[in-house]
């Protein structure tokens, strides 16, 4: 029987029910009646809990109910309930759980709220405060926006310590020993002669016991693990191919399957004629999927070939045909009737620039592919009525909702099981692999299926990170901004995600769109006269979240723009920055990175240094990157990049996160571009879309910070500066004011 | 079609020209050697033929010369390859995707080249792409590899 208690701590509870042989631990909010994934079938009608410690004979079992695309969150969640468990991540097994939306997490939520990251006014607070309501009811499970360590700090912690305290009242009962007289050490109550009672022992009548009182969290300085550096759960794994990925499910009987999108992005298909694919050796069957073909063979590669076997209908694509025709569209959305937002509006910029000597510029950057490492992959099997998936996706509550109406079926006959993710970026919070699966597991009835994208599909189709078009008009007066006015222009993410069918709730195109804007209004500057405004442009091609969303194209042109007006201000660019900043711990980042690269000092002979700071995703982060002029062209010599998280839990994870992240932006900074041609993407593999590689990959040197005041993640906020940092650097270096991305089609990089 | 994989002798009933690393994948289920590109462009499929680095989805099966070993036959989560151990050590992998592929091609190179220089990794690695940019780590856990190689 489940014991829904007392455990209250800010806006949720922790609760135990029985399973077999031993207990769960998780959080039950009090605010709405979330379904139960662990627990329905023992206790049907009873309120929910979300599962975070299973403890049974067999072992502990942490349950991390985040997408595991890289960075390294499994080991942080185990963590903050290894912590106050007294277990050692060795000795746990971590799982990603059901889907489920008792997984809510509130964190995406809150970005989305019309208040800065570093405004703490009452209102402000007020809004984070809340911010569990609307993410439940909007069944988020999502992984994103850098949120997943801030939305578990407490709720994992809060459960590790109520699971130790469970037991060791447990112990107490069994011995007759009072409870202050027990310890825990390494997965076991210790007694005060020193016998051990191992958790797995005690767990069995765990669920039988109410603790009186909320256990108080272990203050940061009494921390063992958090803070400290941890071997990653899966690093042995991920060292000797046994990890695996959702292309890795191997079941009996299986066939392969691959996709061929429309190469008219969002267009349908007239016909296709497939005799030729079928006579092919190997080739199971050739099916319409109605927006897409697929082919069934026993391999992928048969399944390949039989797609270029197969003659296309394709229906013409409802977009301009070129790339020019799109910025085209973009361009035009700068008028008032595509205002989507004016989220800043300081001062009267117009009254200010009137009469000013104004600078004004226009910033272009393209659509960008995430090309994760591993191609969309979803492996399915529909029989007797239900759907079983194996997919690596970002949202699993989603995505189970979306394969019940792809597949016509009732989302409880939709088993959904979350794997490792080979690479996200974004791109696996989208549903198009998990919806085809289902399409052709359906068609396949009977028989498990593998469904892979080719490398050029995934390319060349989409979703993209949007183009987008920068603006500002801007005055400068005795060294410093005195009016700003800057303008984004991007076709509107939720408004693509939510006709796609990817997003909790729609979001009709009327609504505004906070990820247009995302990055450029919330900059803690303080200008005396200081507009921001989102235009949303008319849909294009397929859009969506791609690491920083909206901070991807914002802080470039932010940043640049900050750059041009230290230039004609005659200032430096971080003094300038330092004079205009308001947050304590945004001048600290600056002042961090200005110490780490030694800015005071000129850099050696051709080489010059470049800066940008962010504000995204609630964490401070400031770089400075340093280019060196060699005779093959522009080399990335160093980045320094300073960030603050708040509350720092696995330094060396976050080292590898901010490095991560600032070559992921310093890859689309350099050379990557999606654009069009005769109404198809010109790009299609690694060769014409080109990622950082290991000779261009610079050495980064990184520090993280601990003033601000919520806990952050890291996984994002390294990706925006490093464009402008790039090409502010390469300005300094040679005078050219390169304002359209990639750089490297305007000079040329070594 | 009979072949050799991690000691183990296949017949494999696929067609000639089915390049080796779906033969690995679909034809045995050894799934540690991934797909990234099919053209040769980011080295996530790579593999050893009589111990040299290949790209598995530039390799006929009909062509394969030799005995082939994956990550799977280089080392195992209980005995681990001197490279595995230096990439544990180093705390490599992001996604992970990548690291088979980067795992194999790391290890020819330190059989051919038991103290390489940074330039000479650069040169070594640059056809294996990691999205995550793993480099830096990649770079310091083959200098320790190296090292560890050199003292056994
Ligand atoms: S899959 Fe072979 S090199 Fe990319
Ligand atoms: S670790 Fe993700 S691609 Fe290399």
Known sequence: MSRLGKYTRRGFLIASVAVAGGVVFGVRTYRANLENPLTAAISPGEAALTPYVKITADGITIITPRAEMGQGIHTTLAALVAEELDVDLADITVDHGPPSSAYFNGGVVEEGYPFPATDQSALAEFARAQRDIPAVFLAYQITGGSTSTHDAYEKMRQAGAVARETLKAVAAKRTGLAIARLETQSGAVVLPDGTRLPYTDLAADAAEVELADTPRLRPKSAWRILGQSQDRVDVVAKSTGTAIYASDIRLPGMRFGVIRRSPYLRGAIRSFDPSEALAMQGVDAVLDIGTAVVAIAETTWAAMQALDAVIYDWEPPAYPLDTEGHFEVIAAAFTPDHQDSRQRNDGDVEEALSGADVIAAEYRVPYLAHATMEPMSAAALFQDGSLRIWTGCQGPTVARREAALAAGIAQEAVTLTTTLLGGGFGRRGEMDFVQNVAKVAVQMEGTPVLLSYSREDDTSRGPYRPAAIGRFRAAVKDGVPVAVDVSTASPSILTGISERGGSPAPTPGFLPDFTIGQALWDQPYGIENYRVTAYKADPLLPVGFWRSVGASQNTFFHECMMDELAVAAARDPIDMRRDLITDDASRKVLDAVADMADWGTAPAQGRARGVAFALVFGAPTAQIIEVEDTPQGIKVAHVWVAADVGVALDPRNLDAQLISGVNFGLSAAIGEKITLSEGMVAQSNYHDYPPLRMYQAPPVTTRILENAPHIRGIGEPGTPGAAPALANAVFALTGQRIRTLPLGDSIAFA | ?152
Do not use: F
């Open chain 2, 1 to 152: 079609m009979d072949i050799t994989v991690n000691g183990t002798a296949y017949t494999l009933d696929l067609p000639d020209d089915t390049p080796l690393l779906w033969a690995l994948r679909d034809g045995l289920g050894i799934t540690g050697v991934k797909y990234g590109c099919g053209i040769a462009q980011c080295g996530a499929c790579t593999v050893h033929i009589d111990g040299e680095a290949v790209r598995s989805c530039q390799v006929a099966l009909a062509d394969t010369w030799g005995e082939v070993t994956t990550i799977e036959g280089l080392g195992t989560p209980d005995a681990l390859h001197v490279v595995q151990q230096a990439w544990i050590a180093h705390q490599v992998a992001q996604c992970g995707y990548c690291q088979s592929g980067q795992i194999m091609q790391a290890v020819d190179l330190l059989n051919t080249n038991p103290e390489p220089t940074d330039e000479e990794i650069d040169q070594a690695m640059s056809g294996n792409v990691c999205r995550c940019a793993t480099y830096p780590r990649i770079r310091a856990a083959i200098h320790d590899a190296a090292i560890m190689m050199r003292e056994a």
